[in-house]
Nanobody
């Protein structure tokens, strides 16, 4: 059974940084990509960043380009999201997700592509 466990969330002031981690276990093959999503109160869940298993494709939401960096460590089965220059509008619950479904790169920030989800970690950015 696939398990995704996020960590690294917290409260920071605007301009600060946080690094989120996602420990993955329980899968052995047919992994297509992994990603980070977020959901703020009263808003829909949105894709933040995604990376293909082979590392060849990275996708970022326009709102985080140049500030967030996604990375993966296959040896440790870990997905990370380095978040710099944080803004109050980055405040949300952040979720790690995993896809075993092959799809076009254009869908890598769509939650429709993902079939496994973590429980989330809260990020709060104060002004």
């Amino acid at each position: 059974q696939v398990q995704l466990v996020e960590s690294g969330g917290g409260s920071v002031q605007a301009g600060g940084s946080l690094r989120l981690s996602c420990a993955a276990s329980g899968y052995t093959y047919n992994l297509f990509c992994m990603g980070w999503f977020r959901q703020a109160p009263g808003k829909e869940r949105e894709g933040v960043a995604s990376i293909s298993t082979d590392g060849q494709i990275e996708k970022y939401a326009d709102s985080v380009k140049g500030r967030f960096t996604i990375s993966q460590d296959h040896a440790k089965n870990t997905l990370c999201l380095q978040m710099n220059s944080l803004k109050p509008e980055d405040t949300a619950m952040y979720y790690c997700a995993l896809s075993t479904t092959q799809g076009p790169g254009t869908l890598m920030l769509s939650q429709l592509l993902y079939n496994y989800w973590g429980q989330g970690t809260q990020v709060t950015v104060s002004s």
